[in-house]
């Protein structure tokens, strides 16, 4: 049998993510042939020369923490986020589009480039998405997306998984393109664990560590931005947020929350307006002015159409009698 094969393809859509022990193993069970780790970047190569006709890729991704390649199988015909969310409902499609979002934004916190939401927040978002879900479905939903490796649980706090950063490589550069940056030392994205030099130049932990680890470069690695002896701080999902940088992060869903209803209820005004000065029975004086931004009401606290209302029933009340 070839060491490329359907049942290699196959294994590897059942095994999101691997190891490169793991990858080696499949490709030797599938193929029935031993295999040298020295000729896995051919072997790669040729897979995908293979899975190009249908859109797929086997891509490799480095784990920030421990440098350990990663593998999976990825879809390159699908740059939008709705690949992620293909078996879900409108609602839990909606709720995974606004999270993703959050969790490129860091929105919630006061420091940029977290990519990350508290679970709190996580929930709260929910009620407030379009359409709207309840936040014990969001639990489960979240708690599904942890045990699908899409997304990564850490110190209660969610972030993307590195299968779902490679999977969403290209719609996270395409529409993030100030928030996602990359490794001076690897070219690969900084996205968790890394360190930041004070002029916002990013390095993975491992890459530091690995540079560090060298006697010969020890103390001597430099920052390619500002070429200042390297001194980073660290950071991790998670980790390092202040406790004002915490209150922020639980005033950030009811906020959200409120500018939503606030904009719902504005638009449900707009259409009743309309329909009032578009009805034929209407009087001159019944059509309503245009709103400020505060609803103005009478004394009895009715708006202009609720009064208008009020008196073409009363108008009517009057005909009959």
């Known amino acids: 049998m070839p060491l490329v094969s359907p049942l290699l393809?196959?294994?590897?859509?059942?095994?999101?993510?691997?190891?490169?022990?793991?990858?080696?193993?499949?490709i030797q069970r599938t193929s029935g042939t031993?295999?040298?780790?020295?000729?896995?970047?051919?072997?790669?190569?040729?897979?995908?020369?293979?899975?190009?006709?249908?859109?797929?890729?086997?891509?490799?991704r480095?784990?920030?923490?421990?440098?350990?390649?990663?593998?999976?199988?990825?879809?390159?015909s699908g740059d939008d986020i709705s690949q992620l969310a293909t078996t879900?409902?409108?609602?839990?499609?909606?709720?995974?589009?606004?999270?993703?979002?959050?969790?490129v934004m860091g929105v919630g916190f006061s420091e940029p480039g977290d990519h990350e939401i508290s679970s709190t927040d996580a929930l709260s978002i929910a009620p407030s998405c379009s359409p709207p879900l309840s936040k014990r479905d969001a639990q489960t939903l979240l708690s599904?997306?942890?045990?699908?490796?899409?997304?990564?649980?850490?110190?209660?706090?969610?972030?993307?998984?590195?299968?779902?950063?490679?999977?969403?490589?290209?719609?996270?550069?395409?529409n993030y393109p100030d928030e996602i940056t990359e490794c001076k030392l690897c070219m690969e994205s900084t996205f968790t664990d890394y360190e930041e030099c004070q002029c916002g130049s990013r390095l993975h932990i491992y890459c530091v560590n690995k540079f560090k680890a060298r006697e010969e470069r020890?103390?001597?690695?430099?920052?390619?931005?500002?070429?200042?002896?390297w001194n980073g701080t660290k950071r991790s999902i998670g980790k390092g947020r202040t406790a004002a940088q915490r209150r922020t992060s639980r005033n950030f869903a009811s906020q959200s929350q409120r500018s939503q209803r606030v904009q719902r209820q504005q638009e449900e005004e707009e259409e009743e307006d309309e329909e009032v000065a578009n009805d034929p029975n209407s009087d001159a004086d019944d059509v309503p002015t245009p709103r400020s931004s505060k609803r103005t009401r009478d004394a009895k606290g009715k708006t202009p159409l609720r009064l208008a209302k009020s008196r073409r029933l009363q108008d009517d009340d009057d005909d009959e009698e």
């Open 9 to 26: 393809v196959q294994s590897l859509m059942l095994t999101p993510l691997v190891d490169e022990h793991r990858l080696v193993s499949l």
């Open 34 to 60: 031993p295999i040298q780790t020295a000729n896995l970047p051919d072997i790669i190569s040729t897979l995908n020369n293979s899975l190009d006709a249908i859109s797929l890729r086997l891509s490799r």
């Open 62 to 76: 480095h784990d920030p923490r421990t440098g350990e390649a990663r593998y999976a199988l990825i879809n390159t």
């Open 88 to 103: 879900m409902s409108p609602a839990e499609a909606g709720y995974v589009k606004r999270l993703v979002e959050s969790i």
């Open 144 to 174: 599904k997306l942890c045990a699908q490796t899409w997304l990564v649980e850490r110190n209660g706090t969610y972030t993307l998984s590195l299968r779902t950063q490679m999977e969403l490589e290209l719609y996270l550069k395409e």
């Open 218 to 229: 020890a103390g001597q690695l430099k920052c390619q931005e500002c070429h200042e002896v």
